[in-house]
């Protein structure tokens, strides 16, 4: 090969801006994806706790004759609608260790299963959110 030849492989790095643009810009997308997909992991178990916030006072006050349906609406409210896939109502003597003068607490569990487009590890996740409101009698 001549000195000739030696040169024009030395300076063929035309492609090599695209080429480490395109990895430096896939792993950049994959990071911004990742940090929405969290934001809205962390804004959906917030409005379902606030859901279960709510249902728990309605439940404790008797403002509402089906809590489950009250959760349901709420969480359509945040734009979650069909999101609680499960819900309980307990009314057990303690609250996370504390105790009440009347002893009854309202205790409303709401489980969902996790909807955003996640990937197969990621995609079976369920949101388990609890809340307590005292029974005054």
């Given at each position: 090969?001549?000195?000739?030849?030696?040169?024009?492989?030395?300076?063929?790095?035309?492609?090599?801006?695209?080429?480490?643009?395109?990895?430096?810009?896939?792993?950049?997308?994959?990071?911004?994806?990742?940090?929405?997909?969290?934001?809205?992991l962390?804004?959906?178990?917030?409005a379902?706790?606030l859901?279960?916030?709510?249902?728990?006072?309605c439940?404790?006050?008797?403002?509402?004759?089906?809590?489950?349906?009250?959760?349901?609406?709420?969480?359509?409210?945040?734009?979650?609608?069909?999101?609680?896939?499960?819900?309980?109502?307990?009314?057990?003597?303690?609250?996370h260790?504390?105790?009440?003068?009347?002893?009854?607490?309202v205790?409303?569990?709401?489980?969902?299963?996790?909807?955003?487009?996640?990937?197969?590890?990621?995609?079976?996740?369920?949101?388990?959110?609890?809340?307590?409101?005292?029974?005054?009698?």
């Amino acid at each position: 090969m001549s000195m000739r030849g030696h040169r024009r492989c030395g300076r063929g790095g035309r492609g090599a801006a695209a080429l480490e643009f395109a990895i430096v810009a896939s792993v950049f997308i994959a990071m911004l994806l990742g940090m929405v997909e969290l934001g809205l992991l962390w804004w959906t178990r917030n409005a379902l706790q606030l859901t279960a916030d709510l249902t728990a006072r309605c439940a404790a006050l008797g403002s509402c004759a089906d809590p489950s349906g009250f959760a349901t609406a709420q969480a359509g409210q945040w734009g979650l609608s069909g999101a609680v896939s499960h819900i309980s109502v307990t009314t057990p003597g303690q609250c996370h260790g504390i105790t009440t003068t009347s002893g009854k607490f309202v205790m409303v569990q709401i489980e969902s299963g996790y909807w955003a487009g996640l990937p197969p590890p990621l995609s079976g996740m369920t949101l388990q959110v609890s809340a307590c409101y005292p029974v005054v009698s």
